[in-house]
């Protein structure tokens, strides 16, 4: 007698909370709501008998025992997916998978794809999100782009893709309530950093000759767009690229009081895997379409 299977849409949840550590992105990508995400999962759980997931405040972790399932069923719904798409051919959606860090995705990438999607219907970018390098990526892609000329696998075609620079940055009703019009006067403000960038404040003191500059505190969070929503939300000011804020500056929701003050970053690359699909190549091309713009 085959073995009991567990319910698979719960399954398909689970893959995607643990490849994103997150039941927020996961719903993101199923195009359900976070609550589902957590039902399925506590269904699972259930199910088998064991926690999945450690859930703290702001983010959930893997148990052994979840790494120990992630291990066999990423493997097995990536070979249904294999085998559902030998079946349909050429017809349909062709997909590009995009490997970049979440900040990335969430405040550069996923803004511009309705163009993507506008111009080539017919391809289907799918964004995998991970803070590992690409030659630690658990998951196979299509490209990738990272920071920086290393970790990544042998084999794939780097090329430089993005310049970028820092600024300090913040909500207009703060720097209208305490004006910043020299760096000292950020002693007087609440200074947000993330964990992935938090050597950003102090090479720009450096750059600024004030190494002793001090803030009036600091709030830390896990991603750099985490940070720029509590800038966005007033809650203080940011040391950010600019990449990642040029939405943000357009409209107004933050600002810049240093604006000639700008810290140079190590500069995004963009990696293909060996024998580009067309779809691949396409997609490229309107990345390098959307910088040149």
């Known amino acids: 007698m085959p073995p009991r299977l567990p319910p698979l849409n719960a399954v398909r949840a689970f893959a995607?909370?643990?490849?994103?550590?997150?039941f927020t992105?996961?719903?993101?990508?199923?195009?359900?709501?976070?609550?589902?995400?957590s039902r399925q999962i506590k269904a699972l759980e259930a199910h088998l008998g064991v926690d999945l997931f450690e859930r703290k405040?702001?983010?959930?972790?893997?148990?052994?025992?979840?790494?120990?399932f992630h291990a066999q069923v990423g493997p097995a719904l990536a070979q249904i997916g294999a085998a559902a798409q030998s079946l349909?051919?050429?017809?349909?959606?062709?997909?590009?998978?995009?490997?970049?860090?979440?900040?990335?995705?969430?405040?550069?990438?996923?803004?511009?794809l309705p163009g993507f999607v506008a111009q080539h219907p017919d391809i289907e970018p799918q964004v995998i999100t991970s803070t590992l390098a690409p030659d630690h990526a658990t998951e196979t892609f299509d490209l990738a782009l990272r920071r920086g000329p290393r970790g990544w696998p042998p084999g794939m075609q780097v090329q430089p893709f993005l310049e970028d620079e820092a600024l300090v940055v913040g909500?207009?009703?703060?720097?209208?309530?305490?004006?910043?019009?020299?760096?000292e006067a950020l002693s007087a403000h609440v200074l947000l950093l993330s964990k992935s960038r938090s050597k950003d404040w102090e090479s720009w003191k450096k750059l600024v000759n004030a190494p002793r500059l001090q803030p009036a505190s600091c709030l830390q969070?896990?991603?750099?767009?985490?940070?720029?929503?509590?800038a966005v939300d007033g809650l203080g000011f940011a040391v950010a690229p600019v990449s990642l804020i040029t939405h943000d500056l357009a409209s107004g929701r933050l600002v810049s009081p240093l604006p000639s003050l700008r810290l140079p970053l190590t500069r995004h690359?963009?990696?293909?895997?060996?024998?580009p699909s067309a779809e691949t190549l396409r997609f490229v091309q309107w990345l390098q379409d959307e910088i040149s713009a």
């Open 221 to 230: 969070f896990d991603h750099l767009h985490f940070v720029l929503q509590a």
């Open 269 to 275: 690359y963009l990696g293909m895997a060996p024998d």
């Open 25 to 37: 992105r996961a719903a993101l990508e199923l195009h359900v709501t976070h609550s589902a995400i």
């Open 171 to 183: 909500s207009p009703a703060l720097f209208a309530q305490r004006p910043v019009t020299q760096p």
């Open 16 to 22: 995607a909370a643990a490849r994103h550590q997150s």
């Open 57 to 68: 405040t702001r983010q959930v972790l893997l148990t052994a025992a979840g790494h120990q």
């Open 88 to 112: 349909r051919g050429d017809a349909g959606l062709r997909s590009v998978k995009i490997n970049v860090r979440p900040s990335f995705a969430v405040r550069w990438l996923i803004p511009r």
